[in-house]
């Protein structure tokens, strides 16, 4: 700690008078250089201390790339370089600066960073960029310097403040002075002011400061930061039942996206299709090949991958389907064991095709920019990926109700469904009709693999993990009904969210199955049990 | 369809023709591999199974053994436990092998052991594992829990001054064990009982938001916390999403995983994971001359100049290694003979120093920690002086400090306080 105090004086010294210190010789530089790239990680820590206290623009230059990753030792000659990127290129040499040819990163030894070192060179280049930096980087600054608390930090801080006209960066400093004055031994007034300050922030990062200060400060202090900590566990604890109930509606979301190709196939035309996961499976490796295909031939368009796979795992999968079902499922129709059975072994044949063809490690899907990260929405951190996906899962949903509701297909299929005989006498084609609702089942099922491939691993054994809980959704909501399908899918994700903080993952999973069982037990048919004649037969 | 079944067929046919040929043409040393080739552990053990046919072929190229070639033999045990045993005892009686190379999972392991005993074999199991077992008939060349587990939280608590710890794992015999003796190490080192949180997950959790949102909470005690990992498999791949997404960054609350390896990384994009820790005895990235001619052969032999290696691959080098330097001393493939011939086999690692068999069945091993580097690499940030003999019992479970395992007079027996004459 007190290494870093000195490191950020350093800093501000290095960052107030940058021009005007006298540049270091390549011979001073050559030293603390030559420890970046060794090692001994507190020899690291001492070699980043004396070239902060140096200064001059070739010390700066090496701070910086030793952040980025891009401080090099060349294995023939020992010489530190900087390249332009992590994986090498052109060097220059970090003393002199002057050019030092070329090389790739097998031929380069990186100046390596443990979490400490990384630390310190954040609160480094944090207090170079507090007044100097952009809006967004003075922001990250300041919540640095939250972070670390550091009482050396103060007058540049509040100097920072002073000429500080972003309001929104100007807060943030404020919070960072308050943190900094609430863990320093500051006159008691303005301690317990500081913990009213730093307890308007609500969030988890103000509650671990104010708790460790009500651990060691004299009376007052503590009584203040108790107070202000346990305003904020009351706010958290609201919080905690939204985001909670935020988490079960993703789940559900999953759950619904990886039931509602199983609601047609299963739900609509009876198939005890073992193979659904499967196709899920399929969707998600479409997605791979689709990715890999933008990588190589069109980079612009990596971001928007998923848009190009939608349609494409739609097809693949609903072709697969509707081979399947020509192959082998329409042989099976009125034989539930058998159709069991056939879609099982059928479901180990795909994967082991796809494990051979695409080997047995997984596939490296990489989310795009829009799909990482989260936002925080009042307090609550919503995680990009998981809210495209319950946007994604409704669009899903209301499409293929208005397929089955709204067109002459869904007319078709539903009449088939319901009377076969009675639909063939009418003329409508049922054996196209079936091929074509097991096309549509299995092809939702692919368009829920490209999702899933967002937030799930690309291996052969995707679909494994999903098929038990497809079932159960459709059980429990009801076979046969969509709206069942939907509100299975949601009591089962938001029961297991708000059990598993309580009762842990694995126990809350067999709670969940044991009401179920229970439930089936009362209601056979489901949540939304169809009624009338076509269920008897 | 038909021509490709039928040409499948005949492929097959030919396979078996091949196979039985030139065990009838000449007398052959045949090595038992009985790794998963289908299911879940496909995805870790596929890799082992390659290796091994890397280091036979090699082995073959400098003239086999006592005068013989080695042959290869592989069955699939497709991630069934009881399979597992079944195969092993048709590689043991049928095959006639003289040592198997397999198992992954602990269960595994435990489903194999008595058919080893009963039929007196070697297996060689080399995976990392929780240890309190010792028998006559495995040589562990994975790390033991003191060689992982305890120098990793040795490492946090001096190096990252951790003072509050979750030990997150995935719900089955190795994290349980692991966490037990953590927990009871940690507890020893005055660490108190609320700042412990234990978590278990089912096999391929893929919903990982309470549980990290759980972790950051815990976190937000105003103490420095690490989480300890357990989380095997497939698992981690969307819980390092997860933690990425919510952003826990390692600087805040570092994890330091024990099933983590580079083959792990190559399915997921590591940028948001920089400086997470990872304890092993093997990293790709440890430059040696021994290692960068291992990744060489490696990947001309997998004909992929991307393909990672890993720490359970390394084990397997050393315990082949070991074995056939104890075939040639002994100068038989006689179980008993080359079980006395391998205690004390030395064969340098890949990462610098030299293994020993020790008379527990277990080896010594170097201990590395790394971050996780952008590229899905480790960057070693602490290692052992020297390598580190593998301790079968752990002194941290009360029942268990007062075993030795010593398979050498007057011991012979893998748990026992007194000796005992066999």
């Known amino acids: ?537 | 369809m038909k021509i490709g079944t039928a040409s499948v067929f005949a492929g097959a046919v030919m396979a078996t023709a091949a196979m039985v040929a030139p065990a009838l043409a000449q007398d052959t040393i045949k090595v038992g591999v009985l790794h998963s080739l289908s299911g879940t552990m496909a995805i870790s053990e596929t890799t082992l199974k390659d290796v091994m046919l890397m280091l036979v072929e090699e082995q073959n190229k400098k003239g086999g053994l006592l005068g013989k070639k080695l042959e290869a033999v592989v069955v699939d045990p497709a991630s069934n436990w009881p399979l597992f045993a079944e195969k092993a005892r048709e590689l043991i009686s049928q095959q006639k092998v003289s040592a198997v190379f397999g198992c992954w999972t602990s269960v595994s392991r435990k489903s194999v052991l008595p058919v080893f005993e009963e039929l007196n074999s070697l297996l060689f199991y080399p995976v990392q594992y929780e240890g309190e077992e010792s028998s006559r008939n495995v040589f562990y060349t994975g790390a033991a829990p003191n060689q992982q587990a305890i120098p990793a939280v040795d490492y946090l608590a001096s190096e990252e001054k951790v003072v509050r710890w979750v030990l997150a794992g995935t719900d089955y015999v190795y994290p349980r064990t692991t966490n037990k003796i953590l927990e009871s190490y940690l507890k020893s080192k005055g660490v108190k009982s609320e700042d412990i949180m234990i978590n278990y997950t089912p096999f391929g959790h893929s919903d990982w938001q309470s549980i990290v949102a759980e972790i950051k909470k815990f976190g937000s005690a105003g103490k420095k916390t690490a989480v300890v990992s357990t989380i095997n498999g497939d698992a981690n791949v969307p819980f390092y999403k997860e933690l990425g997404n919510q952003g826990v960054k390692a600087t805040d609350i570092p994890v330091v995983a024990f099933s983590v390896g580079e083959e792990e990384l190559a399915g997921i994009d590591t940028k948001p994971l920089l400086g997470h820790l990872a304890a092993w005895n093997y990293f790709m990235s440890v430059k040696t001359p021994e290692n960068d001619a291992f990744i060489k052969k490696w990947q001309t032999f997998i004909k992929n100049p991307k393909r990672v290696t890993n720490d359970p691959m390394e084990a397997h080098y050393i315990g082949f290694q070991m074995w056939v330097q104890a075939v040639q001393q002994a100068g038989t493939t006689d179980v008993n003979a080359v079980r006395q011939a391998m205690y004390g086999q030395k064969v340098k690692n890949l990462t610098g120093g030299t293994s020993v068999m020790g008379v527990n069945h277990h080896i010594s091993k170097p201990v590395l920690i790394g971050e996780i580097k952008a590229d899905g690499q480790f960057n070693t940030v602490w290692k052992t002086k020297d390598p580190l003999p593998g301790a079968a019992w752990s002194p941290y479970i009360p029942e268990s400090a007062k075993l030795t395992a010593d398979w050498t007079y007057p011991w012979v027996c893998g748990g026992c306080e007194k000796p005992k004459f066999n």
């Open chain 1, 1 to 537: 700690m007190l290494s870093f105090l000195r490191g950020i004086a350093l800093a501000l010294m290095l960052a107030l008078g940058l021009g005007a210190a006298p540049a270091a010789s390549a011979q001073d530089l050559a030293a603390p250089l030559a420890a970046l790239v060794g090692d001994d990680y507190s020899a690291k820590g001492e070699a980043i201390e004396a070239l902060a206290r140096m200064g001059g623009p070739r010390a700066a230059e090496a701070l910086k790339a030793l952040a980025e990753g891009r401080l090099f030792r060349r294995r023939s000659d020992q010489l530190v370089v900087i390249a332009p990127t992590s994986s090498g290129g052109t060097l220059t040499d970090a003393a002199t600066g002057a050019a030092a040819g070329s090389a790739g990163d097998r031929e380069l030894e990186a100046a390596n960073l443990n979490n400490r070192l990384r630390r310190q060179l954040a609160g480094l280049i944090g207090s170079l960029t507090l007044t100097t930096g952009t809006p967004a980087e003075r922001r990250a600054a300041a919540e640095a310097l939250f972070k670390q608390r550091d009482p050396a930090g103060l007058p540049a801080l509040t100097a920072a403040i002073a000429q500080e006209k972003d309001a929104g960066v100007r807060a943030a400093m404020e919070m960072a002075r308050a943190a900094i004055v609430l863990s320093s031994d500051a006159p008691e007034a303005e301690r317990i002011a500081a913990a009213a300050t730093v307890g308007a922030r609500s969030d988890r990062e103000a509650l671990g400061l104010l708790l460790s200060v009500a651990g060691g400060a004299p009376p007052a202090v503590a009584e203040a930061a108790r107070t202000s900590a346990a305003a904020i566990e009351r706010h958290l604890a609201m919080l905690d039942y939204a985001q909670n109930l935020y988490y079960g509606l993703s789940l559900g979301a999953v759950l619904l996206l990886a039931a509602v190709g199983l609601a047609v196939t299963f739900g609509v035309m009876g198939v005890i299709n073992m193979a659904h996961g499967e196709m899920v499976m399929l969707g998600a490796y479409t997605t791979f090949v689709v990715q890999e295909l933008c990588r190589t031939s069109a980079p612009a368009l990596l971001d928007y991958a998923l848009f190009i796979a939608l349609p494409a795992a739609f097809l693949v999968t609903a072709a697969v389907g509707a081979l399947l079902e020509r192959s082998v499922i329409r042989w099976l129709y009125g034989r539930p064991l058998e159709t069991l059975l056939a879609t099982w072994g059928l479901s180990l044949v795909i994967q082991q095709a796809v494990r051979s063809v695409f080997g047995p490690t997984n596939r490296e899907v990489s989310n795009p920019s829009w799909m990482s990260g989260a936002v925080d929405f009042y307090g609550l951190t919503l995680t990009w990926s998981r809210l495209w996906i319950i946007v994604f899962a409704v669009l899903v949903f209301v499409l293929l109700l208005v397929v089955l509701r709204r067109t002459a297909f869904g007319l078709q299929m539903r009449a088939v469904t319901q009377n076969r005989p009675m639909a063939s006498s009418m003329g409508i084609r049922t054996h196209r009709v079936d091929m074509l609702t097991f096309a549509l089942g299995s092809g939702v099922a692919g368009i829920a693999g490209v999702a899933l491939s967002q937030i799930d691993n690309v291996s052969p054994n995707l679909g494994q993990s999903y098929i038990i809980d497809s079932f159960m959704v459709v059980v429990f909501g009801g076979v046969g009904n969509l709206w069942g399908t939907l509100a299975g899918a949601m009591t089962l994700g938001i029961a297991n969210k708000l059990l598993e903080p309580v009762a842990g993952a694995v126990l809350g999973k067999i709670i969940i199955l044991v009401l179920i069982i229970l439930f089936i037990q009362r209601r056979p048919r489901g949540l939304f049990a169809l009624r009338g004649r076509a269920v008897e037969a």
